[in-house]
């Protein structure tokens, strides 16, 4: 494998959008839904000093991914080894340092990356400590990405996300689809990165989202923002911005899924790089809305009318969830359900 400092994203075709680095040797488009297979930025962890910090159940599977692909991975937790007895155990036979019961700085000596659980806040010691240290520092949904060998469906907001992404889950297995269901719902999305799929849906939050540099979902969808996490952020702002980061790496071959009803999400219509479909309950010429007893699909010129007589979901923010599924279906192949 390449590191990923000499890696760029390349065609398939060879063509070269300009970057002096060449392309990485493991391609991605496990799935014949992918519309243009792409080269993937990945890591050659193989002898990489990595500190994974924090041994909640993310953290874990980071360190077992990571020993996996050849690193030499230390584990660090604020908590002392009496009280990470499971965590520990499940470890049992990899080649795994622990430095627990505080943080040293003294920990980031030599060290190629850090890997941060989602619940370590950016201003912890040991991040802060990376940053100045030039170490860089991999999300896990950053780390998962680059291995992953499927198109990607990830879902952000406030509220609603696990819902919408259980309901995207659903559509996609019922098309046939093998599909990883996780992320911020349920499994860690690094867990599936070993196995083939045609398609991942992740839910993601704000703390996922704060260390991402290529994470780039072939679909991306942010529902709604309102207060939230301020312990954790200094301001409203900021929990806006990082749940914005979904969009960052995307480009004009991707997707991004807005709320028109939201006019915080709404104004990233503006601003974000991927193609744009809206949902919303105003009836609207290109996008998704709803009536009395049915959710429509427009686009194109086309029509698609889900009936939600049926629907056991109840609920306005349910109907709006279930937009965002549908949504989530324009770019690519749908089948009547």
Known sequence: ??????????????????????????????????????WVRLLDLTDKKVLVIGLARTGSECARFLARQGARVSVSDLRRADALKPEMDALAGLAIRFHLGGEETSWLDTMDYAVPSPGVAVDSLLLREAVTRHIPVLSEIELAYRFFRAPLIAITGTNGKSTTTTLIGKMLKADGKKTF???????????????????GVVEISSFQLEWV?????????HLNVTEDHLDRYASFADYRHAKERIFAAQSDEDWAILNRDDDLVWTLRDEVKARVVSFGFLPVAEGVFAT???????????????????????????IANMMAAVAARIPRPRTPS
Do not use: Y
């Open 213 to 221: 540099e290529t994470f780039k979902p072939r679909i991306a969808l």
């Open 181 to 199: 269901l996780g992320g911020n719902l349920g499994a860690p999305f690094i867990g599936a990165v070993d196995d083939d799929w045609d398609w």
């Open 292 to 318: 009395d007893d049915e959710i429509v699909w427009r686009a194109a010129g086309s029509e698609e009318r889900f009936s939600l007589k049926s629907v056991k979901l109840q609920g306005v923010h349910n």
């Open 1 to 38: 494998m390449v590191d990923h400092a000499a890696c760029s994203e390349e065609p398939l075709n060879g063509e070269s959008k300009g970057s002096e680095h060449p392309p990485c040797d493991i391609l991605i488009g496990a799935g014949v839904n992918t519309p243009a297979a792409k």
